[in-house]
Every structure is written in structure tokens, then in C-alpha cells.
């Protein structure tokens, strides 16, 4: 189990927990790597990825005082030698900077990622990637790992104009799936989509104003879905350089929103391609 | 235009604009029928709902100072008799009790809806429902609004357990769709689906234990699709007692997010039903 005896804490400024302080602001800025997962379910997916050899290892735990007993399960599923420590609640809520009702916190660190050229090189034969284009809501990015993990995608490949998905938020909303799907985040769409192309990638980027109706298209065995952000959507020179599919919906609304919009293309891929069962 | 000459707040505590004082809190209780909108876009679909003789009216606005030029065209929107109140930041910021970067609210009222009895018997022949059983996040009842416009829904029906979609936020991630959609929240989940089905409507409950594929329904001409929490999903009796549907994804992950799978669910739908164009 995870760290033997836990480690107390009650000076909130004590250094051997000084990576969970402040976190709603300090969220905002690089970490070399590290990141802040919380939440049962998150931490629970980077045992697993961890377990799996997977690109990231969790460093420390911290986890409120009166939850220890009920996480004896999830703390089993991490390594002997990270330590946990715990806090009271006003503690924890003072380290933390806000009212942390989810009460149970890893720091963890992403082991430096493949080369997006090699990310690429190593997918299947049969694969089915999603592209992030200018998406710096950390909702719609982690909305993107959740519904690219639900619906079989083998990569998500996002462009350096998008947000890092290790953001405490955008984990938490992608259910912890950023811990566990292959993803790069490098260079301009432009050069991410011509890599992908020349590896044999049929390229679809999605826009209200896109040629295919997307449940009409009849997908080939190597597909990279294109989101650009809500607002003003994928460039131009993108969408007339590749093929564009539309989600059809109702008249003089706002388009959908791009986690939903995402969601509603991959699971009409994923099926085209009978990745879906 | 709204209000003639703005009157100038300098004063939090001013009576005028009691209102709108810290609504992030205040949010969360029973206002009977008023509401606070947020941002130009969802200011724009109250003045439109207000003028197409829809539920709802605006009561005042109050604006930043500073973004007043700006929205001369949103203000000629609404209707002459409406008092425009303006703020300086520091004020406008100590009223809502929080940072408000979008700068324009609105009071509205929701004229006293009618009966649901009264919502289905309107409803048209040919007709899409899109029901919530026991959502009470916020976020995912806005969503559920903003796909049911996007996917021409004729109107949304909301159990008593669901929470108010009157709600700041619901509001706003429906991109204010609450205000501009037929809908009711009133009974049980049994009573509003038994009402559905004695009106003729066929109610595919959507479940990830559910028997038919959402993509492979034939549906017929009055459709309502269910939707239950992301938790505990829709209880036993409503998917024993009606037709269920699933939505395929991949193995052992959490089921995706309410909002998402209503996209999906009424894409599928209203594309099959021959309402997308």
C-alpha cells in the first residue's frame, strides 16, 4: 500500500506538501511536468496508467484526515514508496486555497512525452485520431480526451495553440482519461495536419460550414478529426486544404459546443470505421 | 432604446439594483420566476424572447460603465421602459460579489408557465421532447438546453428533481437557450413520461444498459428521449417500463457526460426523423 504509515500535516506551509499550495492559481502556470489530479476517479486512472507503464508516476498523495479509512483501496493501487500525507480539513482547504470538498489529491508528473513525429509513426495500421486546433478552455480540452477515450480514438494530437491538458481542471473533467491516452501537444496546426497526411491520414476538419454531412461520411482506415474553438472556428486555410464535415443542426443558433461537437463526430467515425462493436 | 439616460450606481448597497448583489450566492435560492442573465449573448435571446411575446421579460439592466457604448445596439433590443443602470467596475464587482468580466446582467421574470398537461397538449404532431430526470448539476441542464435548440427539440421536460434552469449558470452554458425553448419542470419522472406516452409520444429512455443502438432507431412522429443523471443513471422502472436506447463506446470508462450523450442522442434522432434538413 501506498506510503505505510501516513504523514500528518497541520502547518499548511509545511514544505513537504508546498506542491499543493494555492493550486486553483498556481493551476495556471508550467509545472516542469507535474500536475495536480484530484478526485477518487482521476487518481484512480493514474494508478492505472502508472501500472501500465504509462507516461506518468504519482509522487505524493495528500488526502483529508477522515477519508483515509474509506481509501485503503484506491491507496493499495499505488506504489509502496509514495508517501501520503493527510490534513484536517481547515488545513487541507488552507494548502489547497479553496474549499476541497473532493478531499483526496496526488501531485503526479508526465515523463517527457515522444516526439509528436514519433506519436504519429507509432499508431496502428487502423487508427482514429482527434486534433485540437486553438482550444484553450480547459472544460472542451479535457471534454476532448473523455469522448476521444469513449469512443476509441488511439491519439489525441493537439496543436501548441491549445492549453495544456494537464491542468487540474481539465483532468478532472476529461474523468482522467489525459492519464491515459497517448497525446502530444506540438507546433502549428498546419504542421500537425501535413504530418498526419503524409502518414496516410484521411484529415476531417469540423465547421459549421463543412462540405459532409458527418453521419454520411464513409471513412477510410486512417482518420484524424479536426476541433477548432468555438468562437471562430478552424482556419480557413485548413478547411480548404482538407476535406470538412458539419454536424447539421437547427438555424441562427450558436454552433454547438465543441466537447458535445466532438462527442457527436467520434461516435459517428468511430461506428463508420465498426470500432464501435 | 432600453432606458433613455443610464443612471449612474456608485453605491453597492443602492436599493435600485438590489438585485443583483451577490448573485453567485444568491444564485442557488427561489426567486420567484426572476433570473439573472450574464453575458451579451444570452442578453440578446432575452430581448428576442421578450419581443417574440415569449415567457419571459426584462426587468433592468446594469452594465459597466465602460461597455456601454458598446451595446447601444443589445439595449435598442429591449423595450423603451427599462431602467439601465452603469457601474465602474469596483462598484459592478462589489455588487455581484465576484469579478465580472462579461459586464452586462440582466433581471428577467419568467411569466407563470403553463401547466405541463397544458406543454404537451401544444405540442405539434410531429414533435421531438427531450426529458431530464434528476439532473442537478447546473452545467448539465444548460447543456441539456442548448443541444435541444440546436437539434430542433420542440420542448424540454424536466422531472421536480431536476434543478432550475433559471439558474445564472444554466443559463449562460445554455447560451440562452432557458429562455427561448417551450419547457416545463413539474411530477415525478413517472408522471411525466406517462403523461408523454398517453399523448402518443414514443419514449426511448437513454441508459448505457439500453437495448437498441441510438443510431439504428426508426422512430415515428412524436418522440421523447430520456435523460437521467451521469451518476445513477434512470431508475430500473422507467427503463423496464418504456424502450431504452444506448450510445456504443468503449469498454470500462465512466459513461459520458449528460450534455454529450443528449448531443449525440438527439443528432441521431432528429437526423432520423427528418428534421435536419
Known sequence: ?????????????????AE???????????????FIAEGTVV??????????GGDVVAEKLLILKNRLAGLSELRERFPADIPV????????????????????L??????PPPDIAERIASLPN????????????????????????GFTADAVLLDETCCDPLYRKALRVSVGSVL???????????????????????IWALSPAGKVEIGAIAPGRRVALVMGTEGEGLPEAILNRFRSARIAQA??????????ASGIALYAIARAMGRLG
Chains 1, 2 share one sequence.
Open 1 to 17: 500500500m501506498a506510503g505505510g504509515t501516513p504523514i500528518e500535516i497541520t502547518d499548511p506551509a509545511d514544505p513537504r506538501i
Open 20 to 34: 499543493f499550495t494555492d493550486i486553483r492559481e498556481r493551476d495556471l502556470t508550467g509545472r516542469h511536468g507535474q
Open 43 to 52: 487518481l484512480s486512472m493514474l494508478a492505472k496508467a502508472q501500472a501500465a
Open 85 to 104: 500525507y493527510i490534513a484536517e480539513a481547515p488545513v487541507l482547504d488552507a494548502i489547497a486555497g479553496f474549499h476541497l470538498h473532493r478531499g483526496v
Open 106 to 111: 496526488a501531485l503526479g508528473r508526465r515523463l
Open 126 to 149: 487502423d487508427a482514429l485520431v482527434l486534433v485540437g486546433c486553438g482550444i484553450s478552455n480547459h472544460d472542451n480540452i479535457g471534454s476532448l480526451f473523455r469522448n476521444a477515450a
Open 180 to 202: 491515459t491516452m497517448p497525446y502530444g501537444r506540438q507546433g502549428s496546426a498546419e504542421e500537425l495536419l501535413g504530418a498526419l497526411a503524409s502518414a496516410g491520414f484521411e
Open 251 to 260: 438555424p441562427g443558433l450558436d454552433s454547438l459546443n465543441v466537447g458535445t
